[in-house]
DNA sequence: TGCAGGACTTAGGAGTAATTTG
DNA sequence: CAAATTACTCCTAAGTCCTGCA
């Protein structure tokens, strides 16, 4: 009750962000070290180097005002921005900013910092301009359709059938997915049938046949080439492949990166989507419609008034481009089978992504502050005489503690999936006293399955929410809504919504969970906890991924490992034992196991290592006669060397019976070939490495089994301040590396840069 | 004043590259 | 050194939340 209270509201936390952050300029060489050098050799692009010249006016205007608007102002400006999202300008909001805004002159040096610009130095956090100057190339479209070789054919009612192009394109897209789930699945096959039945019939139809039946196409051979093309493809040279590789990012690399406020930065998903069969999540009603190819006419682009319009594809015009600075995104289309819009967007590297990152986590932290008195209160407000409060404090209780998502409304044509406001009737199960049992879908058609204790009010709600005359397909909550629910929460805190509850209580979690490590142990052993506590927040947001088809076998496999290695072990203190029995008393518990192993499981352990190493003497036999086939020599000179490694395999045979013949012997008569090399004490030895390997094989299994249902990805970037996991880096020594992805560091650099071993969430 | 739709974050799986293993 | 395994990136669907409009 008396935590965090410390007279600190958000100034307070600011401050303290913005002591932090000048301490530690470390991180420069880091970069230097890791992307550095990938980074320096790309300027080939059209931007960078010939700026200067291209770009004149404009340019200047914006980099002086990048660099200038940012005087050491007010810490108000982050938090205060986010309160005032995309109203009209700020001027009422922070008239002192523009005073003290005199322009500099910007310094050479700073003209050859442009690259890496450092906006976390800056304090200007306006939202409502996202930007000044845009310019980029567009996007890149997919290619053109290529039809099939005339002998690959869809075969209809057993016979094969030509197809116009744009109709063979579609069945294509189904005879590529004719191994997966999505094929099996009747609402994907009826979706996708119907809409090739459409393109087949525009373009003409089937001249071989009439296709009505779904059930009488046969896409093997179609998939059969596919296969064969992956296969093909794979097998190409490694040189061959780098430079496809290397020429395709060379015809890619202008629209990598754009010129925003004049600073080079890179963009996300530059590339447009390509036609395929739409591949809805759990039980979508339209999964397998037809996601048409999206033409130049589709696409909106948005950039600066003055930058040059990228010239559209040959043939083609824009749809339509607009010079939207407040929006963050570079162009846009709209997608036919949802009828969503999609859009191309800056990199996650890039500062828009980073600054919005930061906001967040701010806001989050902001919470840390309120979050005392908001609990109080809906506690208090469980009992409300108003059903609406009720429910508002009840559904908070379950964001807050349960970490539920908001739950919108769906409509007809998406999956039916719920988080907190759309929870139903049949998705909670009430056990007295106070247990409530959750099992509904959420958010991918994930399943939320969870059996917990919740406050007694909680449950006395709960129960009259769901009194007759409700029904199951009746909502729970019928008197809120998210917006009721996020108008609620910003009475509290501007900016307050359902999902910050989400950032809040994982990065707490995680902030408690480091909290509990001690610093001891090697570097990878300090990861593995670091990924327990990562776990915890996975497990609390429940992020799920299916377990890998392969998952079961890995699992049995590492076990197998580790009972030969336990064998082992065992057969050395027993040999110890054999050299001096009075051992046993003086460290009885030492050689306790030694009797451990029952007779039948230790033969099958022998026969299984004995069958391993044969099966390797077999394989590599394999390998070398293979590897003969493809050398230079002369007919006599191959014959000779097969000869010898049939000699060699020969007497590795002959080695591997021998050891049979001990291992079997030794198992019978309970005694062992001790080698004059093997004392006691190097037996000991041996025995401790032995024992370490087990240690590091089980702890290896446990990772494994606990991770194969939770996916700790998904927390690690959207919902863990990165600043806890550089904190973490920090204080444990455990190289950044380890914990980031390259692609993270770079998403992540604000926060590499600004937390040190002391920052708390 | 409610709701459709726009803009943005969050999400798991597919695909690919890197690393380990046998 | 190839195959198996693991790590990471890419892709795009599916949420949240807010605004603007009727």
Known sequence: MSSSEEETPLNAVKRKRVTSKPELALSESEDGLAAGSEKVKTPTTSFSEDESEDVPLKKRKTNSKATQS???????????????????????????????????????????????YKWWEQQDLNDEIVWDTLEHNGVIFPPDYEPLPSHVKLIYDKKPVSLPPAAEEVAGFFAALLESDH????????????????????????????????????????????????????AISPQEKKRIKQEKEKME?????????????????FRVEPPGLFRGRGAHPKTGKLKKRVQPEDITLNLSKDAPIPPPPEGHQWGEIKHDNTVAWLAMWRENVLGSVKYVRFAQNSS????????????????????????????????????????????????????????????????????????????????????????????????????????PQVFKNLRIFKKSPKKPGDNLFDRIDPSVLNKYFQSYLPGLTAKVFRTYNASKTMQDQIDLIKNEGTVNEKVVKFNAANRTVAILCNHQRTVSK?????????????????????????????????????????????????KEEEQKIIERVLQKEKEKIEKRYERELLKLGYEELTKDEKAKKKEELAADHKSRLEKHKELEKTYKNEFKTGTYEIKPTQTVEKL?????????????????????????????????????????????????????????????????????ESADENWRF
């Open 352 to 455: 828009l992504k980073g600054m919005s990152d930061f906001k967040k986590f701010e806001k989050a932290r902001e919470l840390k502050n309120y979050i005392d008195a908001i609990r109080k209160d809906y506690r208090a407000k469980l009992k409300s005489e108003l059903m609406m409060d009720r429910q508002l404090a009840t559904a908070t209780y379950l964001i807050d503690v349960f970490a539920l998502r908001a739950g919108g409304e769906k409509s007809e044509d998406e999956a039916d999936t719920v988080g907190c406001c759309s929870l139903r009737y049949e998705h909670i199960f009430l056990k007295p006293p106070n247990t409530v049992v959750f099992d509904f879908l959420g958010k991918d058609s994930i399943r939320f399955y969870q059996e917990v204790e919740v406050d």
């Open 684 to 752: 000991q030895q041996q025995v401790e490495k032995i024992e370490t390997r087990i240690k590091n094989t089980s702890l290896q299994l446990k990772d494994k089994e606990d991770n194969s249902q939770v996916a700790l990805n998904t927390s690690k970037i959207n919902y863990i301040d990165p600043r806890l996991t550089v904190m973490f880096s920090k204080k444990f020594n455990v190289p950044i590396e380890k914990l980031f992805t390259k692609t993270l560091r770079e998403k992540f650099a604000w926060a590499i």
């Open 550 to 598: 392969n998952h079961e076998a890995g699992v049995q496999k590492i076990n197998e490992k580790i009972e030969e290695m336990i064998w082992r072990k065992i057969v050395l203190k027993r040999m110890m034992l054999q050299q001096d029995k009075s051992l046993r008393k003086k460290d009885f518990k030492y050689f306790e196991e030694v009797d451990d192993m029952s």
């Open 183 to 234: 094929a099996k699945n009747p609402t994907f096959q009826k979706n996708f049938f119907a809409d090739f039945l459409e393109v087949l019939k525009e373009n003409g139809g089937c001249p071989d046949a009439e296709i009505t039946e779904f059930e009488k196409c046969d896409f093997s051979q179609m998939f059969e080439y596919f296969q064969k093309q992956k296969e093909e493809k794979k």
């Open 70 to 116: 940012r005087p050491r102002v007010k810490k108000e400006s982050p938090s205060s921005a986010s309160v005032s999202p995309r109203k009209k300008n700020q001027q009422s909001k922070e008239p002192k900013i523009k005073k003290e805004d005199t322009p500099r002159v910007k310094t050479e040096d700073e003209a050859e910092e442009e690259e890496k």
């Open 253 to 269: 690399e202008k629209y990598k990166f754009c010129l925003l406020n004049g600073r080079r930065e890179q963009v996300g998903n």
